[in-house]
């Protein structure tokens, strides 16, 4: 960390790397009760200004660390090996959908029995 002669005690800096990280400054992470892996909340003001502070975990749609963990791993999974994603097919959709229903044309909650209709309800709900 770089420290500026004249600087506020409550105005630290850290650096962006190449790919966009930076590091949370010590006095930050102890005020904030940051551990590794904990969850950051950006907040843009309308005055340009950024607020951050900890992502509580009880906000978070499912609150498990594990879900979390994995959906980390298939995040970072995907942007090392783009090669590797196959395109969901309307076939492999029913499939998955008739899997979970157990039964084939039949949708589940949050989930309709076509790919189409998926599509169609995603437009609804923009």
């Not at 950051?40 to 975990?57: A, F, Q």
């Not at 609150?63 to 090669?83: C, I, Q, S, Y």
Request: aromatic content about 6%.
């Amino acid at each position: 960390m770089h420290y500026h002669i004249g600087m506020d005690e409550n105005e630290l800096e850290s650096s962006l790397t190449d790919r966009y990280q930076t590091t949370v400054p010590a006095r930050i992470r102890k005020l904030l009760g940051l551990n590794k892996r904990d969850k950051l909340e950006w907040i843009l003001d309308e005055s340009g200004g950024v607020r951050i502070s900890k992502r509580n975990p009880e906000t978070l749609e499912h609150g498990d660390p594990t879900v979390d963990a994995w959906l980390d791993f298939l995040a970072k999974d995907m942007a090392n090996h783009p090669e590797r994603l196959v395109p969901l097919t309307a076939e492999m959709y029913e499939d998955i959908v008739a899997e979970l229903s157990g039964k084939r044309g039949e949708g589940v909650e949050g989930l309709p029995p076509t790919l189409e209709e998926l599509w169609a309800q995603e437009e609804n709900n923009k």
